[in-house]
């Protein structure tokens, strides 16, 4: 293969256009060969000598161009973007150089908070990982270039502050990408992070079935099955407290001998009280059924279901 030392035009307008351009690429276990998606559709790079792209145009297409730029970080001037193609010792020397660097493999961004394969050595964001599983349908425990599996970091670590090692008691900072990325409320104003931060609360309330993760509900539509876990998202963010067996006796229970129009509603089962139904009427009027009050007011909340004010013995 000759060597071009001048860039010719036509691929030089097409490496100004390809920065402009909403692609994504993934290099396969063959080392060589880059899976590149744009708009949908999927296209196979094979650096070599020459290039080869499955879109069938003259090289270095826009694909094979986006490859060299991305993920083998050669820069708009440097001769090798613009040849046909590149010497095995060339490509095997550039795979080199970016392996010593932090670089997630899905978003290209460089960091310290990266998780890396045991099996592959791939480096990339656990949310970053999971975005690509949950868009291949593949299992998240497992790397999607060698199939090792991959270890969770550890639960009681996750809640120390990364600046200040504290242990975060109530609430704390995480990042929506670095999944070891965690600082207190203190710690929050000076932290450096490239990456958004969200405030996550900590529960203090264990629970004993298993339950998917939460944060996976962000990046998709909600189900109707989602309905549990989005119930256990708001008792986390709002933990209450509920009366005793004891305290709910105290209320005064009377039975209803007259239907009232509009004050005749249990506001937890929604059914209208008939005549000599036991019902608990509390300080803002509501009305509930002595067995719906009785499991509300004791297993879920002490307030009222309507307009939550506290229940008072």
Known sequence: MNFIPKCPEATLKRIKKCGQLRMNSTQTPSGYVFDVSESGRHYKVELGNPHRCSCGKVQPCFHTLYVLMKDLKLSETDPRIWQRGMGEYEIEMCLAALAQTNKCVFCHEEGDNLHKCDGCGDQFHIKCHELKCSVTKKPKNCCL????????????????????????????????????????????????????????????????????????????????????????????????????????????????????????TCCVCLENLKVRDKFIKLACGHLLHWSCGRKWLTESASYCPIDKKEVTV
């Open 145 to 264: 270039k060698c199939g090792e599996g991959l270890q969770s970091s550890n639960s009681k670590e996750a809640l120390k502050c990364k600046i200040c090692t504290k242990a975060c008691n109530v609430s704390y900072f995480s990042c929506i990408l670095c999944d070891d990325f965690k600082v207190c409320r203190t710690c929050k104003p000076k932290a450096s992070h490239p990456h958004a931060l969200v405030e996550k609360l900590i529960s203090l309330k264990p629970t004993a079935k298993p339950q998917h993760d939460i944060s996976e509900l962000q990046y998709r539509e909600i189900k109707p099955e989602d309905y549990e876990n989005l119930m256990r998202l708001d008792e986390n963010s709002h933990p209450a407290k509920v009366l005793s067996k004891d305290d709910f006796e105290k209320l005064p229970v009377r039975v209803l001998t007259l239907i009232k129009r509009d004050c005749s």
